[in-house]
Structure formats: structure tokens, C-alpha cells
């Protein structure tokens, strides 16, 4: 069974930083990418990040990019979500997902299937 643990969330003020993990476990590592989506209240949800271990492709939306780093421990099977300079637009519920296509397009991640149950990310002005 497919299972991702997210954990780093909380509040933190504008300008700030916060990293964020996804603990996996129940498949091959190599054989999926990893996104990070977040949903804020009364909004779609968004695709804020990909990586695939596979082929080192990753995906950053717009609204994040230079300010957040994705990466992998392949050995924890963990991946992270660094975020800097957090701004208050960056507050939501944070979601890791995995999908069984080992690769990152460069296009907002869709289709996951599997998921975390969320991390609060809250961005204080």
C-alpha cells in the first residue's frame, strides 16, 4: 500500500522559511514522481512542485519558482519541500502525492494518485 506522511508545516512570518517532508512508503521509489500540491480555502488546488529520482526531472509553478527547492533522499525515501521568503499568498494545506509515471513534465503535475493527508502551512503578514 502506497502511504505518504507530510510533516513540517506551521506558522511562520512573511519572509520565512519552512521545509516540508514526505515520508513514503509501500512502493519502488525510482518508479514514481513525487509532487507537492496546495489547496487554500475557497481555491483550486495547485501544483507547486515535482521530482522524479528516476530522471532528475523536477517542475516548479510560477508562484514558487526561486523560492522553493524540492529535493529527494532516495536512502529515507523522503522528499522535501524548502520553502524561503514565504509570503503570506503562500498559506494553505500542503499535500505530498505520488504518481506511478517516473517523470516530471513541464507542466503543473495532475493525475496523482495517491496522497498524504495535508501539512498547514500558515504565512503571517
Known amino acids: 500500500e502506497v502511504q505518504l506522511v507530510e510533516s513540517g508545516g506551521g506558522l511562520v512570518q512573511a519572509g520565512g522559511s519552512l521545509r516540508l517532508s514526505c515520508a513514503t512508503s509501500?512502493?519502488?521509489?525510482?518508479?514514481?514522481?513525487i509532487g507537492w500540491f496546495r489547496q487554500a480555502p475557497g481555491k483550486e488546488r495547485e501544483g507547486v512542485s515535482c521530482?522524479?529520482?528516476?530522471?532528475?526531472?523536477?517542475y516548479y509553478a510560477d508562484s514558487v519558482k526561486g523560492r522553493f527547492t524540492i529535493s529527494s533522499d532516495n536512502a529515507k525515501r523522503t522528499v522535501y519541500l524548502q520553502m524561503n521568503s514565504l509570503k503570506p499568498e503562500d498559506t494553505a494545506v500542503y499535500f505530498c502525492?505520488?504518481?506511478?509515471?517516473?517523470?516530471?513534465?513541464?507542466?503543473?503535475?495532475?493525475?496523482?494518485?495517491?496522497w498524504g493527508q495535508g501539512t498547514q502551512v500558515t504565512v503571517s503578514s
Open positions: 509501500g512502493f519502488t521509489f525510482g518508479n514514481y514522481a
Open positions: 521530482i522524479s529520482s528516476r530522471d532528475g526531472s523536477t
Open positions: 502525492a505520488a504518481d506511478p509515471i517516473p517523470h516530471c513534465p513541464a507542466t503543473p503535475p495532475v493525475g496523482f494518485a495517491s
